[in-house]
């Protein structure tokens, strides 16, 4: 290394950028109300993988395939409006499609050569007229996640990951919208119903771990509530000071703080 190149390692201690979430999930059941507060953030771009905006007066795009999201990140990054807050509505919808561009990962492999193409009775490759081995048609295929031991799922969690890490750089600010997934759970020697998010074995690990606040929204009487505390088998949790182990009415000012 140059000495123009020298890193200098801090010998005090390194002021926060922010304290607010740069990275969040929000989560509940269906119809609570997600969408309506998006909508209510200024200067938030939501990105509808559900049509969920479709009777909402909101800052939005809608994208229904992975090709026509793929488009939409590139028209933001060449945009000359910046967004504050960009939301994806919803990662649940998002892995669905991440199987099937995981499917087609697999299928370019050297293990995947036979994958959902036309083989002979003798499990050769049927080659067309141009040399090329025939792929089934795409309503004709089995999904990687079919693959024996679980070999699929690593294709599904690299695919997963590349659109979180594309869909992170949008904006300052990042949210994401998930789908509930009711479930149940030893705690204490006793069975109790859970609320967690709506993903994939080892994906909602990844997608927790990325993110710098996960909270479940729900109605307490006629208040719209945000829970930041995993309790009563719920899961939330968050770095920031001021939401960990906080439950409050939903407001994004006081989510947002800075």
Same mark, same amino acid.
């Given at each position: 290394?140059?000495?123009?190149?020298?890193?200098?390692?801090?010998?005090?201690?390194?002021?926060?950028?922010?304290?607010?979430?740069?990275?969040?999930?929000?989560?509940?059941?269906?119809?609570? /109300? *997600?969408?309506?507060? @998006?909508?209510?953030?200024?200067?938030?771009?939501?990105?509808? #993988?559900? +049509? %969920?905006?479709?009777?909402?007066?909101?800052?939005?795009?809608?994208?229904?395939?992975?090709?026509?999201?793929?488009?939409?990140?590139?028209?933001?990054?060449?945009?000359?409006?910046?967004?504050?807050?960009?939301?994806?509505?919803?990662?649940?919808?998002?892995?669905?499609?991440?199987?099937?561009?995981?499917?087609?990962?697999?299928?370019?492999?050297?293990?995947?050569?036979?994958?959902?193409?036309?083989?002979?009775?003798?499990?050769?490759?049927?080659?067309?007229?141009? /040399? *090329?081995?025939?792929? @089934?048609?795409?309503?004709?295929?089995?999904?990687?996640?079919? #693959?024996? +031991? %679980?070999?699929?799922?690593?294709?599904?969690?690299?695919?997963?990951?590349?659109?979180?890490?594309?869909?992170?750089?949008?904006?300052?600010?990042?949210?994401?919208?998930?789908?509930?997934?009711?479930?149940?759970?030893?705690?204490?020697?006793?069975?109790?119903?859970?609320?967690?998010?709506?993903?994939?074995?080892?994906?909602?690990?990844?997608?927790?771990?990325?993110?710098?606040?996960?909270?479940?929204?729900?109605?307490?009487?006629?208040?719209?509530?945000?829970?930041?505390?995993?309790?009563?088998?719920?899961?939330?949790?968050?770095?920031?000071?001021?939401?960990?182990?906080?439950?409050?009415?939903?407001?994004?000012?006081?989510?947002?703080?800075?």
């Amino acid at each position: 290394m140059s000495e123009t190149n020298t890193l200098v390692l801090p010998t005090e201690k390194v002021l926060r950028l922010t304290n607010s979430p740069e990275n969040m999930i929000i989560y509940s059941k269906p119809k609570v /109300g *997600k969408t309506t507060q @998006l909508a209510a953030l200024e200067n938030n771009l939501i990105i509808d #993988l559900e +049509k %969920g905006t479709n009777k909402i007066d909101a800052l939005k795009v809608q994208a229904n395939s992975l090709t026509e999201l793929h488009q939409v990140i590139q028209a933001i990054h060449k945009s000359e409006h910046k967004y504050d807050y960009v939301s994806i509505d919803t990662i649940s919808r998002l892995e669905e499609w991440c199987e099937w561009d995981a499917t087609a990962v697999y299928m370019k492999s050297p293990m995947g050569k036979k994958f959902n193409r036309k083989v002979d009775e003798y499990d050769n490759l049927v080659i067309d007229e141009f /040399g *090329k081995s025939s792929v @089934l048609p795409r309503k004709a295929w089995k999904s990687c996640l079919t #693959l024996p +031991k %679980g070999a699929g799922y690593m294709y599904l969690r690299n695919s997963f990951k590349k659109w979180l890490f594309m869909l992170m750089d949008l904006a300052p600010r990042v949210i994401f919208v998930a789908h509930l997934k009711d479930s149940s759970a030893e705690i204490n020697g006793k069975e109790v119903a859970t609320k967690d998010l709506a993903l994939t074995g080892m994906l909602k690990t990844i997608t927790a771990g990325m993110v710098d606040a996960i909270g479940y929204v729900y109605w307490e009487g006629e208040d719209l509530k945000i829970s930041f505390r995993s309790q009563n088998g719920v899961e939330a949790n968050a770095r920031c000071e001021h939401l960990k182990n906080t439950t409050m009415d939903f407001d994004w000012n006081a989510i947002y703080i800075d």
